[in-house]
């Protein structure tokens, strides 16, 4: 079901505020440098996910989920102060997965490359076992037939 404009302004606004939020408001230590990659609202209006990359290990993740836990509330406050509806949404905050998906394809992207390279080596300087083009086409076929006639 395709998701309503309402509640697509309403994600990128939230959005907007989550990241100002934490750029400029939000002075955990734990906080890492987080990006904002997506809001998803519920058609209701009542439940947004806000999807976030954090730069650096993997406990620096786990501080920063810790600190977006803790900080949850003033966003949530902020938020609906600066959407100015009447039920501010519940903000829940789940790491994005897109980082790794792209290592991963970036990987296999380097494995394809690697082979493609290996069998260009192997074809070098080799030759077709018959023909370049072992298929005849019918205008050759036809060349082929009035100069045997001539």
Request: charged share 35%; glycine share 6%; hydrophobic share 40%.
């Amino acid at each position: 079901m395709a998701e309503s404009v309402r509640a697509r302004k309403l994600a990128e606004r939230i959005q907007q505020v989550v990241a100002t939020m934490l750029d400029r408001r939000i002075k955990d230590p734990r906080l890492g440098h987080v990006t904002v990659t997506d809001v998803r609202v519920t058609g209701d209006l009542q439940n947004a996910t806000v999807f976030y990359t954090v730069r650096g290990t993997e406990e620096e993740r786990a501080g920063t989920a810790a600190a977006l836990e803790s900080a949850k509330g003033v966003i949530r406050s902020e938020v609906g102060k600066q959407t100015g509806i009447r039920l501010t949404p519940t903000l829940e905050f789940q790491l994005d997965a897109i980082p790794e998906n792209a290592a991963h394809l970036e990987d296999a992207l380097r494995a394809a490359r690697e082979k493609d390279a290996e069998l260009a080596a192997l074809r070098e300087g080799k030759d077709f076992a018959g023909d370049a083009d072992p298929y005849k086409r019918p205008e050759e076929d036809a060349a082929d037939d009035e100069d045997d006639e001539a």
